[in-house]
C-alpha cells in the first residue's frame, strides 16, 4: 500500500474522530499541530488506524511516532507484515 | 521539627512494581478515597493495579508510569516511602510524558475502556498542567501511615534531584504538582523551597474523577 493512499485513510480518520479538517497531511505533521489532537484522542485515532487497517499497535511502533511521516511508515510496516 | 527516620534510598527495580502501584493509587487519592484512574478506567482497584502492573513491566523511561523514575525509602528493609522524578521531554524517543501515557494505555488498555475516557475529557484537559520541556518533574510520592512526618519525602527528593543531576542532564527547574486541598503536601514543599506558579480549577462538575478541585503546580529553581 502506497503512503499516499495511507495518508489520505488517516485524514479522514481524523476527520471521523476530531470532527475537522484544518490540518495538512505533511510529513512533519505532529499531533501538537493539529486542534483537538490530544493524548486523550491520540487514543482514539490509533483505535481507529488499528479497526481499518485489522493490525494492533505494539508500544515500540506507538514511541516510534513523531509525526506523520513516521506513523505511516509504521502502517505500511505493519501491514506488510499482515 | 519532629523525629527523622535514617532511611535507605535507592533506585526502585522491578521487586518494587507492587510498592510502586500502591505509591501512584494512595498518591491519587491524595488523602481521600477518591482515586481518578478507577473512575476514569472504569475498573475495580484490583484491575487498577494489574493495569499499573502492566504498564510498570515496560521497558519505558521518562514518565511517572516509569519503574526507572522511582525512587524507594527503605527502613529495616522494607519499603516505607517512594516518589518518582524524570527530565520532562529527555527519553530515547523524544516524546512528552503525557504522550508516553497516552502510549501505554493504549497498548494495555481495552479500546472500549478508552473510549469511555473520552466522557472525563473536559475534566483532564481543565485539570491538566503543562509541564516545562527539560525541568524536573516530581510525581507521586508516598510514605506508609507509620513512617510519616519524619523528613521522608525531604530525603527522597534530595536524591531524585542529585541522581538527575548525575545523569549529566541540565535542568533548569524542579516542578511537581498538587491538589492545593491536600494542604500537608503543598506545606512540605513549601519547607523544601517550592513556590507555586500555576493553578488550574475545575468549577461546578458532574461526577468529578479528581479528589479534589483546584490543582497547583509548584516550581523550585536549579
Given at each position: 500500500m502506497g503512503a499516499e493512499e495511507i495518508k489520505n485513510t488517516i485524514a479522514e480518520l481524523l476527520f471521523k474522530v476530531l470532527?475537522?479538517?484544518?490540518?495538512?497531511?505533511?510529513?512533519?505533521?505532529?499531533?501538537?499541530?493539529?486542534?483537538?489532537?490530544?493524548s486523550l484522542h491520540h487514543m482514539q485515532i490509533l483505535n481507529e488506524i488499528e479497526i481499518h487497517f485489522g493490525f494492533k499497535f505494539k508500544l515500540k511502533d506507538l514511541n516510534k511516532m513523531k509525526d506523520m511521516g513516521s506513523l505511516v511508515a509504521i502502517i505500511q510496516e505493519r501491514v506488510m507484515q499482515s | 521539627m519532629g523525629e527523622v527516620l535514617e532511611v535507605a534510598i535507592r533506585n526502585a527495580t522491578d521487586q518494587d512494581i507492587p510498592f510502586v502501584v500502591e505509591t501512584i493509587i494512595q498518591a491519587e487519592r491524595s488523602g481521600t478515597e477518591r482515586c481518578a484512574l478507577i473512575q476514569l478506567f472504569q475498573c475495580t482497584e484490583n484491575e487498577l493495579r494489574n493495569y499499573l502492573t502492566l504498564f510498570l513491566k515496560?521497558?519505558?523511561?521518562?514518565?511517572?508510569?516509569?519503574?526507572?523514575s522511582f525512587m524507594i525509602a527503605e527502613y529495616d528493609g522494607n519499603p516505607v516511602g517512594a516518589f518518582g522524578a524524570w527530565i520532562e521531554g529527555q527519553n530515547e524517543w523524544d516524546l512528552s510524558s503525557a504522550m508516553l501515557k497516552s502510549n501505554l494505555m493504549k497498548a494495555h488498555l481495552p479500546i472500549t475502556v478508552i473510549q469511555g475516557m473520552l466522557n472525563f475529557q473536559s475534566q483532564i484537559v481543565t485539570v491538566a498542567i503543562p509541564r516545562n520541556k527539560g525541568s524536573l518533574q516530581l510525581e507521586y510520592a508516598y510514605v506508609v501511615p507509620h513512617a510519616q512526618g519524619k523528613g521522608i519525602v525531604g530525603k527522597l527528593v534530595e536524591h531524585l534531584v542529585l541522581r538527575a543531576e548525575q545523569s549529566h542532564c541540565e535542568f533548569s527547574a524542579i516542578e511537581v504538582q498538587v491538589f492545593s486541598e491536600n494542604r500537608s503536601a503543598v506545606r512540605a514543599y513549601e519547607k523544601l523551597g517550592f513556590v507555586y506558579t500555576f493553578e488550574t480549577e475545575l468549577n461546578e462538575?458532574?461526577?468529578?474523577?479528581?479528589?479534589?478541585n483546584r490543582k497547583i503546580k509548584m516550581t523550585k529553581s536549579h
Open positions: 470532527n475537522h479538517r484544518n490540518f495538512e497531511m505533511r510529513d512533519d505533521l505532529t499531533a501538537p499541530d493539529v486542534e483537538g489532537w490530544d | 515496560e521497558e519505558m523511561t521518562g514518565c511517572e508510569w516509569s519503574v526507572d462538575v458532574e461526577n468529578l474523577i479528581f479528589p479534589f
